[in-house]
Structures are given as structure tokens and as C-alpha cells.
């Protein structure tokens, strides 16, 4: 290891130091349900922009009433039980929610409540990756093998043919294997699992129990093989703990969470809670006609991939300063950027999505491209949207999913209308 690591040039770091298919689409999306009662809310001041002076919104922009309309319309026509947004433009911020924080409450979700990040958690550990490359402690080249000699192994995996990248990237082949188990295809079942610790050797011997989904890819074939694979990001966390010696919730937090004062983020291990303010998530399982409160649960089953807690304002201040290059030098980020188109099947859900190390690539309406990560969990969602300049950011949170494809595909596009009209119009 020590010989790998001396042929990679160490740079002084600029970072600030401290489903496949239908199927999958489907589950990485929202559900859509009857909404009993709703309560709204709409909330502006003044902000410093993360990572950038402070610009004036276009003239043309909306205006908080509108910006409330769009999260109003959202809620309609996804069947959600709550939406929550914060719009950034510049200096400005506005926070707009509508439905309810808690069923039968009334009360509305609450300006920055916490929220868990879910798969926007793998940006975090990839910046994480990504500064061990530029401190030349790694190489995005390395294979699972070196690291972790023995864990990829078996049923057709091998890890001496997975580099880093190709965890990053998703194009390792590793069988996405659910870690929740019988969690959550039941209410009743998700009531029996909700507390359970799960260990990530778990989670990999898992993932290494099938044969993997195709060979690694090449990232520079045309259209290389991509599938989402929650292992990958397991097994990179595990790689940060064998380079440094610290986990990765512990690197995460001296090297994001500290530097960039982000007072709502943290990993949460195996504390079920969420702190207040938050709003309740809700998932209607299959068989159910009510809703199950999924707000509570232990997270250690998503570890690295999709454990961390936040707020909308941390989001923002993370993705913001990532795009920025305020984390990672110029050559790591320009890595992190280099995307590879998804396959048609998931474009369905995500039309135009392409996905890089960590970081998701979609397409504006207004032309150019935002930047983010999205998350899901059973009754929960998040997504992230930051312009290529770092100027506009947007991030919204919901509550109260489905399993229906045909209402989880509505929902997920009303919340690209919502993300996109922000971004193209900004504020005024």
C-alpha cells in the first residue's frame, strides 16, 4: 500500500481541512396519497451566500407568494403529506412549506427542520474520497482489493476489478442488496425492524452473497453499465477507515461538517431520534390503507450510503460550497464532474440524469445543468439543486410516499418542476 501511494503526487490540499429497471426508478421516488388537512408557511431573509458574493436575483423572478403557489401545487399533485423548500439566489433565501410536520397537527413544517439526507449522504463520503486523493493517500485507481483484500470476493465478485471509481460511480457491477430486508414490505414488518442495528460487513457480505449485476465498467466507454448500488458506498467508507484510521462519520466531521459550520449535520449511529424541529415522515406499505410513521428508526443499515441527519440550510451550505470548489481541489472536482449517462430505463424517473463521483448531473429547462444529490427512504425525500455558478440553490424535503409506480413517477415530476422552475427563475 505504502509503495501505491508514494507514486501518487501529494499537492498541498485546497479544501478547507479540519433498482434496476422500472423497479428501481419506482423506489427511488415518491408516493403519492390523500392528504386529510393542510396547513402552509412562507419565510424570507437575507443571507450570505455559501461559496460565493452576494448577486441579484433576475428582475423576473418569483416572488414569495409564487414561490408558496409552486410548493402549494407540488403538494397537490404529488399526494404528499408535507413539502418543504429553501430557495437560495445569492444573498436572498426563502423558505416556502405546505401540508403538515405531523398528521392531524395542522402545524406547519418548520423553517431548517432536521431531516435525514439519505443517499445525498454519498456526496459527503465521496468528497471525503476525493480529498484523500489529492493529499495522495489513495488513487481513484486503487482496487477494493488493496484496501480490502478478501471482502469483494465470491459468486463472480472480484474485487481486484473494482477501482474506487467505479464505487463512486456506480459502474462497480455490485449487487445493490437491500440491507433492510423485510423492513419494509409491511407496515407490521417495518414495525419489527425499525430499532435493528445492522454492522456494514453485513451489508457488503450481503451484496457479495449474489453474482454481481454486469463486469466493472469502463468509464470511458460510450455508454458504460450503470446500477445504483447502496454496497459501493459502504465499501468506501470502509476503504477512508483503512486509509486514515478514523470512520467515516469521524472524517466527515473534521473535514466538512467542522470547517463549513454545519451546526444540523451529524451521524446519527444507532439513535433512532431525529432532534426537534423536524416534520414526520410517513409511508403507506403495500397493504396498508394508513399511513405508518417511519420518522423513528435506526439508520445504521444505510451507513455510509445514506445514515447522515441535516438540515435544508446544511444541504445548501455543503452542495454550494462543493460546486464552488471550496472542498476539493481543481483536478478532484473536475473528477467528481465527469459523468456517465444512466440507462433509459432509470432516465424514465430522471430524464437527462447523469451521474458523476457522488454527484448527480440534471438538465434545466432554462438550459445548463444543476448539481445535487438526491435521497429517499420509506415515506421520506430530499433533493438538492445547485446552479453550475453556485449562484442558485434549492432543496427541498417531503413527506408521504407510496409504492404505486404510476403515483411515485407523478410525484417525482411535480418535484422536478418545483426544483427547476427555482433555479430558472430565481427570486426576486
Not at 96 to 122: D, F, H, I, M
Not at 141 to 168: K, Q
Not at 291 to 308: E, V, Y
Request: aromatic letters at 4%; one cysteine or more.
Amino acid at each position: 500500500m505504502n509503495e501505491k501511494r508514494s507514486r501518487v503526487p501529494v499537492r498541498p490540499a485546497r479544501h478547507v481541512r479540519g433498482r434496476r429497471g422500472p423497479r428501481a426508478a419506482a423506489a427511488a421516488l415518491l408516493a403519492t396519497a390523500a392528504l386529510a388537512s393542510s396547513a402552509a408557511a412562507v419565510q424570507a431573509e437575507p443571507r450570505d451566500a455559501p461559496g460565493g458574493a452576494a448577486r441579484h436575483a433576475d428582475p423576473d423572478g418569483l416572488d414569495r407568494r409564487q414561490l408558496q403557489q409552486a410548493v402549494e401545487r407540488t403538494l397537490r399533485d404529488a399526494g404528499f403529506v408535507s413539502v418543504s423548500v429553501e430557495v437560495r439566489d445569492g444573498r436572498r433565501r426563502v423558505h416556502a412549506s405546505a401540508g403538515q410536520a405531523e398528521l392531524g397537527t395542522g402545524r406547519a413544517v418548520p423553517r431548517n427542520a432536521t431531516l435525514r439526507t439519505a443517499s445525498s449522504t454519498k456526496a459527503f463520503v465521496a468528497t471525503v474520497v476525493l480529498q484523500l486523493v489529492g493529499e495522495g493517500e489513495l488513487s481513484l485507481d486503487d482496487t477494493v482489493e488493496e484496501w480490502l483484500p478478501g471482502v469483494v470476493a465470491g459468486n463472480g465478485n472480484d474485487g481486484s476489478r473494482i477501482t474506487v471509481r467505479h464505487l463512486l460511480q456506480h459502474t462497480s457491477g455490485i449487487h445493490n442488496h437491500d440491507a433492510t430486508g423485510e423492513a419494509e414490505t409491511s407496515a407490521e414488518a417495518f414495525e419489527r425492524h425499525r430499532f435493528d442495528h445492522v454492522d456494514p460487513e453485513q451489508i457488503v457480505a450481503g451484496a457479495v452473497a449474489h453474482q454481481p449485476d454486469f463486469p466493472p465498467a469502463d468509464p470511458d466507454d460510450p455508454e458504460p453499465r450503470w446500477s445504483y448500488s447502496n454496497p459501493n458506498y459502504v465499501l468506501a467508507g470502509l476503504i477512508i477507515q483503512r486509509v486514515t484510521g478514523n470512520t467515516w462519520e469521524e472524517e466527515v466531521e473534521s473535514r466538512i461538517i467542522e470547517p463549513l459550520g454545519l451546526t444540523g449535520t451529524y451521524a446519527p449511529g444507532d439513535e433512532p431520534t431525529l432532534p426537534e424541529p423536524h416534520a414526520h415522515t410517513y409511508q403507506r406499505f403495500p397493504g396498508s390503507l394508513s399511513w405508518t410513521d417511519t420518522t423513528t428508526r435506526n439508520m445504521s443499515w444505510a451507513g455510509a450510503a445514506g445514515a447522515l441527519v441535516t438540515t435544508q440550510h446544511d444541504l445548501d451550505r455543503f452542495f454550494t460550497a462543493l460546486v464552488s470548489g471550496r472542498l476539493l481541489d481543481r483536478e478532484q472536482l473536475a473528477e467528481m464532474r465527469r459523468v456517465v449517462p444512466v440507462p433509459e430505463d432509470f432516465q424514465v424517473a430522471f430524464p437527462g440524469l447523469r451521474y458523476g463521483l457522488g454527484l448527480m448531473e440534471e438538465p434545466l429547462t432554462c438550459g445548463g445543468v444543476r448539481w445535487g444529490h438526491g435521497g429517499d427512504l420509506a415515506g421520506g425525500t430530499v433533493r438538492v439543486g445547485v446552479t453550475d455558478d453556485g449562484r442558485r440553490s434549492v432543496v427541498l424535503s417531503a413527506s408521504g410516499k407510496t409504492g404505486e409506480d404510476e403515483q411515485l413517477l407523478a410525484a417525482e415530476a411535480a418535484m422536478r418542476r418545483l426544483v427547476d422552475t427555482a433555479l430558472c427563475e430565481g427570486l426576486r
